[in-house]
T-cell receptor, first 114, second 113 residues
Framework: DGGITQSPKYLFRKEGQNVTLSCEQNLNHDAMYWYRQDPGQGLRLIYYSQIVNDFQKGDIAEGYSVSREKKESFPLTVTSAQKNPTAFYLC?????????????FGPGTRLLVL | AQTVTQSQPEMSVQEAETVTLSCTYDTSESDYYLFWYKQPPSRQMILVIRQEAYKQQNATENRFSVNFQKAAKSFSLKISDSQLGDAAMYFCAYRGATNKLIFGTGTLLAVQP
């Protein structure tokens, strides 16, 4: 089945720790995205990648880092510099990065701080 | 900067009835795309319907249809014959020249049996 997978479903972070959220897609999509969702708010863009080995900051990139070494994978690292990381994180992809293309979402990862 | 506003934090509808969710947006662009996404309790975002701004005809997908008023910058979602499975958070989203998807704050829809 084609789709987007995210792991883990739940992730716990200790103070000062870096954690990495996984996002994999087998849809052969060029573009991938990371969003953060807080209660009562819509999704906000963290980072996006239009093609392998390329990525750009979104609206709330501070305290996060990404890599795009393979077309299928776009992991997100939440660093210790992110002071309020507790949120729901959603990964998405689209065939190309152009506006007309629909973004499809993975099931999400819930990050909690211990 | 573009913004998307959903002024109804919560809505309720009786099963089999029709409900309309409101969305307005602000932009100076002429070419853009609008989307409605559904987020059920599982929290996965599911595309409901999309509209291209250059198309005058309103998009429809089975029981879901939109009322796209470009001059008024309005993009409402109508759900006909509401079902229990329609209960979810609904997000309106805009995508323009920057290719960023900009979301509203969502409307929580409850369906009463």
């Amino acid at each position: 089945d084609g789709g987007i997978t995210q792991s883990p479903k739940y992730l716990f972070r200790k103070e000062g720790q870096n954690v990495t959220l996984s996002c994999e897609q087998n849809l052969n999509h060029d573009a991938m995205y990371w969003y953060r969702q807080d209660p009562g708010q819509g999704l906000r863009l963290i980072y996006y990648s239009q093609i392998v080995n390329d990525f750009q900051k979104g609206d709330i990139a501070e305290g996060y880092s990404v890599s795009r070494e393979k077309k299928e994978s776009f992991p997100l690292t939440v660093t210790s510099a992110q002071k309020n990381p507790t949120a729901f994180y959603l990964c998405a992809s689209s065939i190309t990065p152009t506006g007309k293309e629909t973004q499809y979402f993975g099931p999400g990862t819930r990050l909690l701080v211990l | 900067a573009q913004t998307v506003t959903q002024s109804q934090p919560e809505m309720s509808v009786q099963e089999a009835e029709t409900v309309t969710l409101s969305c307005t947006y602000d932009t100076s662009e002429s070419d853009y795309y609008l989307f409605w996404y559904k987020q059920p309790p599982s929290r996965q975002m599911i595309l409901v319907i999309r509209q291209e701004a250059y198309k005058q005809q309103n998009a429809t997908e089975n029981r879901f249809s939109v009322n796209f008023q470009k001059a008024a910058k309005s993009f409402s979602l109508k759900i006909s014959d509401s079902q229990l499975g329609d209960a979810a958070m609904y997000f309106c989203a805009y995508r323009g020249a920057t290719n960023k998807l900009i979301f509203g704050t969502g409307t929580l829809l409850a369906v009463q049996p």
